[in-house]
T-cell receptor
Framework: DADVTQTPRNRITKTGKRIMLECSQTKGHDRMYWYRQDPGLGLRLIYYSFDVKDINKGEISDGYSVSRQAQAKFSLSLESAIPNQTALYFC?????????????????FGPGTRLLVL | GENVEQHPSTLSVQEGDSAVIKCTYSDSASNYFPWYKQELGKGPQLIIDIRSNVGEKKDQRIAVTLNKTAKHFSLHITETQPEDSAVYFCAASRHNQGGKLIFGQGTELSVKP
């Protein structure tokens, strides 16, 4: 979805290097997410943020950190990259609504960043 | 923790045939079940979702069914076309977890002309 952009799209780095993946959105959504995709494992949640001051760990946050610089920007950092962090990384935003019954939400994903750690 | 199992991992059908992908979930409190389609080189895109207060939902050639008792839900694609070829993911979440989706492992669907 062009409303959610990720940079870079591809990145090769070496073990021990610090890298940052960036995500920007023009949808005006408060909620943003970082996922990791590995073959055969689906998408796993790394971190999520419900607003600029609310950041939470997901199921696989070890080795990662995030920064929510503004409503529209959510960055993921690998402080010291290791080979098993080689994966496809996705950012997503969502328009969470609670309308008196079961809540409604759609998550919109960016195009992904393919990361290779040598 | 909550788990979502998805089967099959790969599915090959002839154009025009139907395709069915099944998911089971472990958390009985889950109440929202979206399906995403991921085309090559792109991020997942929502194609249909279902909430726990209904048992079936249709949108043209795709439908989703939910069996809360058995804790499983399925995606049905009828009259498949080559452009349906993609990886499909199911997911589950519950309201009081505020949008934290637990994804299945994905199904790679191939529609042969």
């Amino acid at each position: 979805d062009a409303d959610v952009t990720q940079t870079p799209r591809n990145r090769i780095t070496k073990t021990g290097k610090r890298i940052m993946l960036e995500c920007s959105q023009t949808k005006g959504h408060d909620r943003m997410y970082w996922y990791r995709q590995d073959p055969g494992l689906g998408l796993r949640l790394i971190y999520y943020s419900f607003d600029v001051k609310d950041i939470n760990k997901g199921e696989i946050s070890d080795g990662y950190s995030v920064s929510r610089q503004a409503q529209a920007k959510f960055s993921l950092s690998l402080e010291s990259a290791i080979p098993n962090q080689t994966a496809l990384y996705f950012c997503a935003t969502s328009d969470y609504k609670f309308v008196g019954g079961p809540y409604q939400e759609t998550q919109y994903f960016g195009p992904g960043t393919r990361l290779l750690v040598l | 923790g909550e788990n979502v199992e998805q089967h099959p991992s790969t599915l090959s059908v002839q154009e025009g045939d139907s395709a069915v992908i099944k998911c089971t979930y472990s958390d009985s409190a889950s109440n929202y079940f979206p399906w995403y389609k991921q085309e090559l080189g792109k991020g997942p895109q929502l194609i249909i979702d279902i909430r726990s207060n209904v048992g079936e939902k249709k949108d043209q050639r795709i439908a989703v069914t939910l069996n809360k008792t058995a804790k499983h839900f399925s995606l049905h694609i009828t009259e498949t076309q080559p452009e349906d070829s993609a990886v499909y993911f199911c997911a589950a979440s519950r309201h009081n977890q505020g949008g934290k989706l637990i994804f299945g492992q994905g199904t790679e669907l191939s529609v042969k002309p």
